[in-house]
Structure formats: structure tokens, C-alpha cells
T-cell receptor, first 110, second 114 residues
Framework: RKEVEQDPGPFNVPEGATVAFNCTYS??????FFWYRQDCRKEPKLLMS???SGNEDGRFTAQLNRASQYISLLIRDSKLSDSATYLC???????????FGTGTRLTVIP | SAVISQKPSRDICQRGTSLTIQCQVD?????MFWYRQQPGQSLTLIAT?????????ESGFVIDKFPISRPNLTFSTLTVSNMSPEDSSIYLC???????????FGPGTRLTVT
């Protein structure tokens, strides 16, 4: 089983829509969780860390459910500039390396 | 977050040759990481490089194929040796930089092996 699993999409949504991505992780000892954004032919960039209590940054809301071992990202009022691949990333306790999901491709349509 | 640069940004190489990729950070960091992103796939960790010690390789990656140097706290190199077309990939370095051990990535080196 993969460490991190995501629906690869693609998700094609109109501008202004709300879209949600989910991600599951296999290791219950995982300690840190992130969403990264990767634009085409660019490096991944940290979008937000995911806190146990959930957190919000503008139009983006991230939530963590440790019992079910899933992480979610909600994007409200989608913009054209939100079009990218969103990567779910997990760090296991005692490890330094990031485990990446395969990414979910989002295209926001005018 | 740290500013990270990589050289070269891209290269086309012949099979059987080797390419050394450089990663430079604008601040001192303890750990640097090398990842590979094959076409259409997500990132896979190759190795972790600490200054003054041998790199730690992940399963499936060996030092003879991917030798790494870490001569100081701001610089590292990854060599892709005896290349084959299967090594065609994007190679990225990263550094750890936050409260939750998040990492920040360099722009990547796009390698094509013919």
C-alpha cells in the first residue's frame, strides 16, 4: 500500500466554484502533514501545513482527521490561478523525508 | 524560506555518461535532500545529505549510481552516473526549513538521456 494516496483527478471546475481534495495516509505514526502546489514544469511549493485542529488561509482550508487517517483541502471561490497540481505530503514520526501523494490536478475554467 | 538554486536547469545527455547537478542554498542548513520526479509521477526521495557524513540512501537508490557530496552547509551535488534513458527525470534538491519540518525545493534539473 502506498504511503499517501490521492485521487489524481483531473478536477475541472468553473471560476468561483468550491472544490475539495482528499488524501489518505497509511502510517498512523505520521506526524506532520502538508499541502504543496506544483505548477507545470515547476518545483513543488508549500501551500500550507495542516494542523490537528484544522487551519484556514484565505480561500484555503485544510483539515486533518487522525482517526480516519485522511487530510483534506478545500478551495473556495476558485480562481484561474489556482490551476495546478496539489500534492498531499506526509512526514512519518522519526523520519526526515517527505512522502508525496501522486497529486490531484485542478483546472479552473473561465 | 531559503533561496535555493540548481545548476544546470536542464541537460540532454548520452547514455553511459554522467551528469553532476549542483544545489546552492543562501543560508546554512543541516540537512539537504535529493528527490527524483519521473514523468507524470510524484516525487521520490533519493537520499539525505548531511554535511560531514555520508549520504543516507533510500531503498532502490545506491551510492555508485547516485554519488552525493556535501562539502559545506550551503552546497551539495548529486551525480547521476552511467546514465540510461530510464534516468530521464527531474532532479530536485530541498532543504528543511520550518517548525513542522516542511521542506523547500530548488527549481529542479530536467535531465533527458538519449
Amino acid at each position: 500500500r502506498k504511503e499517501v494516496e490521492q485521487d489524481p483527478g483531473p478536477f475541472n471546475v468553473p471560476e468561483g466554484a468550491t472544490v475539495a481534495f482528499n488524501c489518505t495516509y497509511s502510517n498512523s505514526a505520521s506526524q506532520s502533514f502538508f499541502w504543496y502546489r506544483q505548477d507545470c514544469r515547476k518545483e513543488p511549493k508549500l501551500l500550507m501545513s495542516v494542523y490537528s485542529s484544522g487551519n484556514e488561509d484565505g480561500r484555503f482550508t485544510a483539515q486533518l482527521n487522525r482517526a480516519s487517517q485522511y487530510i483534506s483541502l478545500l478551495i473556495r471561490d476558485s480562481k484561474l490561478s489556482d490551476s495546478a497540481t496539489y500534492l498531499c505530503v506526509v512526514i512519518k514520526t522519526g523520519a526526515n523525508n517527505l512522502f508525496f501523494g501522486t497529486g490531484t490536478r485542478l483546472t479552473v475554467i473561465p | 524560506s531559503a533561496v535555493i538554486s540548481q545548476k544546470p536547469s536542464r541537460d540532454i545527455c548520452q547514455r553511459g555518461t554522467s551528469l553532476t547537478i549542483q544545489c546552492q542554498v543562501d543560508s546554512q542548513v543541516t540537512m539537504m535532500f535529493w528527490y527524483r520526479q519521473q514523468p507524470g509521477q510524484s516525487l521520490t526521495l533519493i537520499a539525505t545529505a548531511n554535511q560531514g557524513s555520508e549520504a543516507t540512501y533510500e531503498s532502490g537508490f545506491v551510492i555508485d549510481k547516485f554519488p552525493i557530496s556535501r562539502p559545506n552547509l550551503t552546497f551539495s551535488t548529486l551525480t547521476v552516473s552511467n546514465m540510461s534513458p530510464e534516468d530521464s527525470s527531474i532532479y530536485l534538491c530541498s532543504v528543511e526549513g520550518g517548525l513542522f519540518y516542511e521542506q523547500y525545493f530548488g527549481p529542479g534539473t530536467r535531465l533527458t538521456v538519449t
